[in-house]
């Protein structure tokens, strides 16, 4: 599976940005190969209908037929890439652009509320239930300054995840990471 997959065409973004789609594709990511109908049971839908949006995710390369892991009569899907990136002020050349990224920043929103809503602190132990949580922040920076904390943030995720992979009471865990520029109130003055 290759790293990554950097988008540069808004039409592009927008086949990933469908509600489905992104689930589905996450779920290929974090639990790996799967069919429509496993994945449909997942989701809640028929496997027609994951059936046709996997193939959409196919045919812009986002996933493919796991050639390892056949099922007689269902094709076994497995994602390509392990993350999906984009360039903001590139894909904000256009209208179309900038619509892709807003609805994907909400996609990516909506994902993190459910993640929260779904972490009951009663189904971990304490060690996960102490770790777990959001935090906030502000700090003054730069644009480069932000830029400095999301790769160094990228590449710190890369090697706990390598060091603790192999941990016998390793899990998967999602992790965000953003920044926005806010503009403060003595601005606006």
Known sequence: MEQEFKISDPRVLKVV????????????????????SELGRAVGESSGSTSYHLRELAKYGFIEEDPGRRDGRE???????????WDNLEMSASP?????????????????????????EDAWDDAWVSAAGLSDGVARMP???????????EALIEDL?????????????HLWVGGFPRRSTEDER
């Open 17 to 36: 940005a469908h509600p489905l789609r992104v689930r589905l594709l996450g779920l290929l990511r974090a639990d790996g190969p799967a069919t429509a």
């Open 75 to 85: 094709r076994r899907w497995r994602s390509r890439h392990r993350y999906t990136s």
């Open 96 to 120: 179309e652009g900038r619509e892709a990224v807003a609805i994907m920043r909400m996609r990516q929103v909506a994902v993190l509320g459910q993640q929260v809503q779904e972490f009951d």
């Open 143 to 153: 644009a480069a300054g932000l830029r400095e904390f999301t790769e160094r943030v």
């Open 161 to 173: 995840g390598a060091r603790y992979a192999d941990a016998p009471d390793a899990e998967q865990v």
